[in-house]
């Protein structure tokens, strides 16, 4: 018997060329738009549903994306360095980036246990996003880590070793991009458990 073909089939290419559609054009400005637009309204249909989960879940992917902001768009921290300071502004730019990673690891890690005591009365679970985000946000530390030690090697030692320099921008994306492909699968989920794809009402059933 075929094998039925569904619209979910198409959804991985279509993110997947998306994603390296921004990549190519360094379309910075417009990725963390529209990461915020879609975690927003995971977050808003989180809401409707009144899950805890996909809301906690969708703020603390926000905090990064947030942190991101005040820190490097404000002009807090310059993402520009010259050929005399190259060491000390990339090790500050690395290590915001690990620092960021790290504050984020352990609300994400404790997420269920946090969201019970600050909202016991509502219907705190694991979901599958609580296995996977500590492990997406602990692999993204992972290469701030090594990015920092790199950039020591090759700007503070003079080797010339440029793999986590240009492969950096690209991991970011990848990270933030699997980060709103787990809260769209989970916000499907609960969608689905909710109204099993009928059409919530704006009139609340009694």
Aim: hydrophobic letters at 50%; proline letters at 3%.
């Amino acid at each position: 018997m075929a094998k039925q073909f569904a619209f979910k089939d198409l959804l991985l290419p279509y993110v997947v060329m998306v994603v390296v559609i921004f990549i190519i054009q360094d379309a910075t400005y417009f990725f963390f738009l529209a990461y915020i637009s879609i975690v927003s309204l995971v977050f808003l249909i989180g809401h409707r549903l009144r899950d805890v989960n996909i809301c906690s879940i969708a703020f603390l992917a926000m905090m990064p994306v947030l942190f991101e902001n005040i820190i490097f768009t404000t002009g807090l921290i310059s993402l520009v360095s010259e050929p005399g300071d190259r060491l000390i502004q990339n090790s500050l730019i690395y290590g915001i980036h690990l620092v960021k990673e790290l504050m984020i690891l352990v609300p994400l890690t404790y997420r269920v246990e946090i969201s019970k005591k600050l909202f016991p009365k509502h219907k705190i679970r694991y979901t599958f996003a609580d296995s996977i985000l500590p492990w997406l946000c602990l692999i993204s530390a992972a290469i701030s880590f090594f990015a920092l030690i790199e950039n020591y090697m090759r700007n503070g030692k003079g080797y010339d070793i440029t793999f986590f320099y240009y492969a950096f921008d690209v991991t970011g994306y990848l990270n933030y991009s699997m980060f709103c492909g787990v809260l769209v699968v989970l916000t499907f989920l609960s969608y689905k458990e909710a109204y099993d794809f009928k059409a919530p009402s704006i009139r609340r059933t009694k």
